[in-house]
C-alpha cells in the first residue's frame, strides 16, 4: 500500500527557505479561513484545516521539518505530485496499516507519527523469532498505537469520531479493513492516551485481537495554544494601551470576555482568567487561560503621529536607562 508524497510548503504556501515566523503567519492566516467554525464552505472546511494543521505540525517543529526535507529528495519521481514511499522503502516502519478518520494523512502516520505495533501480547517471547515459533498457538494480536487530530473546540466539549483501519491479516493474507466510532471526552489534553477495546491486530489461531491506543494530539489553533487544561493567547496591546491601561475583548472556546487591562501593563505579562480552560477529565473542574499581552509598535508613522511621539519624548520625565555619568567616545 504505497503512500503519497505530502508537499507541506505548498499546503501553507511558502517557500522551501521560509523562515519560522512566515510558517506561523501563513498558517493563521489560513486556519481563520479554513477552522471549520468560520469557513464559508462547510462540507470543505474539515479537510482542508485538517491538511494546513498537518502542515504547521510538520514545518514549525525544527526536528521534523529537517526531515521532510530530507524526506523530499529521497526516490522521487520525474513529477512532483507522483512521488510514493513504500514500507519496504522504510525500515522503521514495520507492519503497515492505514487510519481513517484520525485528521492525519497516511504520509504524516508512517513518518511522524510514531504509530506502530508495539510491545508483543502477554505470554508471548520478546521476539519475532520466538513469536513465529508459537504460529500454531492461539495468541492474542498486537496492539497498535497511532495519533489522533483533535480540535481545541472537541477537547472542550468532547466528540464521536469515525474512524476506519485497513492492515493486512498475516494468516490470511488478505486486507481488512474495520470501521468503528470513538468517543472523545471532554477534557482530552494533548498527549492523553484513548484506548479503543480489541480495535488492535486480529488475534491468532482463534485468539483475541489486540486493542487501539489512539494518542490525542491538539489541533494547532489561530488564536490558543494548549498545555495540559490551560489555554494560552497572545493579546496585541498599542503603547498607550499599556501605558494608559484599557479593556479589551478577549477571546475564549466559548465566546469572548472582556479584560481589564492595567495602567503600566509590561511586554510578557501574564494575566490569568481563572476556569476558562479545558475540562479537568471528569472533575467538572477547568483549567484557566493565560493572556500574554504583546507590546507592538508602529512601524509607519504620519506627520501628525509624528509629531505627537516627539511631544511625548520632549515632555516625558520617563527614562528607559541610568543617565550616563561620565564622558563616553564613539566608535
Same mark, same amino acid.
Given at each position: 500500500?504505497?503512500?503519497?508524497?505530502?508537499?507541506?510548503?505548498?499546503?501553507?504556501?511558502?517557500?522551501?527557505?521560509?523562515?519560522?515566523?512566515?510558517?506561523?503567519?501563513?498558517?493563521?492566516?489560513?486556519?481563520?479561513?479554513?477552522?471549520?467554525?468560520?469557513?464559508?464552505?462547510?462540507?470543505?472546511?474539515?479537510?482542508?484545516?485538517?491538511?494546513?494543521?498537518?502542515?504547521?505540525?510538520?514545518?514549525?517543529?525544527?526536528?521534523?521539518?529537517?526531515?521532510?526535507?530530507?524526506?523530499?529528495?529521497?526516490?522521487?519521481?520525474?513529477?512532483?505530485?507522483?512521488?510514493?514511499?513504500?514500507?519496504?522503502?522504510?525500515?522503521?516502519?514495520?507492519?503497515?496499516?492505514?487510519? *481513517?478518520?484520525?485528521?492525519?494523512?497516511?504520509?504524516?502516520?508512517?513518518?511522524?507519527?510514531?504509530?506502530?505495533?508495539?510491545?508483543?501480547?502477554?505470554?508471548?517471547?520478546?521476539?519475532?523469532?520466538?513469536?513465529?515459533?508459537?504460529?500454531?498457538?492461539?495468541?492474542?494480536?498486537?496492539?497498535?498505537? *497511532?495519533?489522533?487530530?483533535?480540535?481545541?473546540?472537541?477537547?472542550?466539549?468532547?466528540?464521536?469520531?469515525?474512524?476506519?483501519?485497513?492492515?493486512?491479516?498475516?494468516?490470511?493474507?488478505?486486507?481488512?479493513?474495520?470501521?468503528?466510532?470513538?468517543?472523545?471526552?471532554?477534557?482530552?489534553?494533548?498527549?492523553?492516551?484513548?484506548?479503543?477495546?480489541?480495535?488492535?491486530?486480529?488475534?491468532?489461531? *482463534?485468539?483475541?485481537?489486540?486493542?487501539?491506543?489512539?494518542?490525542?494530539?491538539?489541533?494547532?489553533?489561530?488564536?490558543?495554544?494548549?498545555?495540559?487544561?490551560?489555554?494560552?493567547?497572545?493579546?496585541?496591546?498599542?503603547?498607550?494601551?499599556?501605558?494608559?491601561?484599557?479593556?479589551?475583548?478577549?477571546?475564549?472556546?466559548?465566546?469572548?470576555?472582556?479584560?481589564?487591562?492595567?495602567?503600566?501593563?509590561?511586554?510578557?505579562?501574564?494575566?490569568?482568567?481563572?476556569?476558562? *480552560?479545558?475540562?479537568?477529565?471528569?472533575?467538572?473542574?477547568?483549567?484557566?487561560?493565560?493572556?500574554?499581552?504583546?507590546?507592538?509598535?508602529?512601524?509607519?508613522?504620519?506627520?501628525?503621529?509624528?509629531?505627537?511621539?516627539?511631544?511625548?519624548?520632549?515632555?516625558?520625565?520617563?527614562?528607559?536607562?541610568?543617565?550616563?555619568?561620565?564622558?563616553?567616545?564613539?566608535?
Amino acid at each position: 500500500m504505497p503512500t503519497s508524497f505530502k508537499d507541506y510548503y505548498a499546503t501553507l504556501g511558502v517557500a522551501r527557505d521560509a523562515s519560522p515566523e512566515e510558517i506561523k503567519k501563513a498558517f493563521r492566516r489560513l486556519a481563520r479561513t479554513h477552522h471549520p467554525d468560520v469557513a464559508k464552505d462547510k462540507s470543505t472546511a474539515g479537510a482542508k484545516f485538517q491538511e494546513i494543521n498537518e502542515a504547521y505540525e510538520v514545518l514549525s517543529d525544527p526536528g521534523k521539518r529537517a526531515k521532510y526535507d530530507q524526506l523530499s529528495t529521497r526516490q522521487a519521481a520525474p513529477e512532483r505530485g507522483a512521488w510514493s514511499f513504500t514500507a519496504a522503502q522504510d525500515e522503521d516502519f514495520g507492519q503497515e496499516f492505514h487510519f *481513517g478518520g484520525t485528521g492525519f494523512s497516511d504520509f504524516f502516520e508512517r513518518y511522524f507519527s510514531g504509530g506502530r505495533f508495539y510491545g508483543f501480547p502477554p505470554g508471548t517471547p520478546d521476539g519475532p523469532t520466538d513469536r513465529a515459533r508459537q504460529g500454531r498457538d492461539a495468541s492474542r494480536g498486537q496492539d497498535i498505537e *497511532g495519533d489522533i487530530l483533535v480540535t481545541l473546540e472537541e477537547a472542550m466539549h468532547g466528540t464521536v469520531r469515525s474512524l476506519s483501519l485497513q492492515m493486512l491479516n498475516r494468516e490470511t493474507g488478505q486486507v481488512e479493513t474495520r470501521t468503528f466510532r470513538v468517543r472523545i471526552p471532554p477534557g482530552a489534553i494533548d498527549g492523553r492516551r484513548i484506548r479503543v477495546p480489541e480495535k488492535g491486530e486480529a488475534g491468532h489461531q *482463534g485468539g483475541p485481537a489486540g486493542d487501539l491506543y489512539l494518542r490525542v494530539r491538539h489541533a494547532a489553533h489561530p488564536d490558543f495554544t494548549s498545555r495540559d487544561a490551560d489555554l494560552y493567547h497572545e493579546l496585541d496591546l498599542a503603547p498607550w494601551e499599556a501605558v494608559l491601561g484599557a479593556e479589551v475583548v478577549v477571546p475564549t472556546l466559548d465566546g469572548s470576555v472582556k479584560l481589564r487591562i492595567p495602567p503600566g501593563a509590561e511586554h510578557g505579562q501574564k494575566m490569568r482568567l481563572r476556569g476558562l *480552560g479545558l475540562p479537568k477529565g471528569k472533575t467538572g473542574e477547568q483549567g484557566d487561560l493565560f493572556v500574554i499581552l504583546n507590546l507592538v509598535l508602529p512601524t509607519s508613522l504620519n506627520s501628525e503621529e509624528r509629531a505627537a511621539w516627539e511631544k511625548l519624548r520632549d515632555v516625558s520625565t520617563f527614562r528607559p536607562r541610568p543617565v550616563a555619568t561620565h564622558p563616553s567616545t564613539t566608535p
